[in-house]
């Protein structure tokens, strides 16, 4: 593994064979100042020098998750329910039109994220 090197005052003084670009450590809050193009991928400071980390395998996303940023919101059924208990016909009518639309988006979400 390649390292970088610093001089005295944390100056970057090496990586490889010929960087293209500059680091130098703040010393009085410990931050890395990165100038011109920084290495590709991930890094990490150990023990006063940079090293390269493995880059990060993303996590698939459940269904769980998937399922519940696409689920209507609640808001619209506790609406239908408020316009069905309600005194007004028309009121009532809407609510349940509104009720079996919510059911619907949510038996389209299920079909659209199975269970595995």
Do not use: H
Not at 49 to 74: C, F, G, K, M
Request: hydrophobic share 40%; aromatic share 12%; net charge negative.
């Amino acid at each position: 593994m390649d390292f970088l090197t610093f001089d005295a005052q944390g100056v970057y003084k090496g990586y490889g064979s010929a960087p293209d670009y500059l680091f130098s450590l703040l010393p009085a809050n410990g931050d890395i100042r990165i100038e011109g193009a920084p290495p590709t991928g991930r890094v990490a400071l150990v023990d006063g020098q940079i090293v390269d980390l493995p880059p990060l395998e993303p996590e698939p996303i459940s269904y769980y998750a998937l399922r519940a940023l696409a689920y209507p919101d609640r808001r619209d059924y506790f609406d239908a329910q408020v316009k069905k208990n309600s005194a007004d016909a028309a009121l009532q009518e809407e609510g349940a039109a509104q009720e079996q639309a919510y059911f619907a988006a949510c038996e389209a979400v299920k079909a659209l994220y199975p269970k595995p």
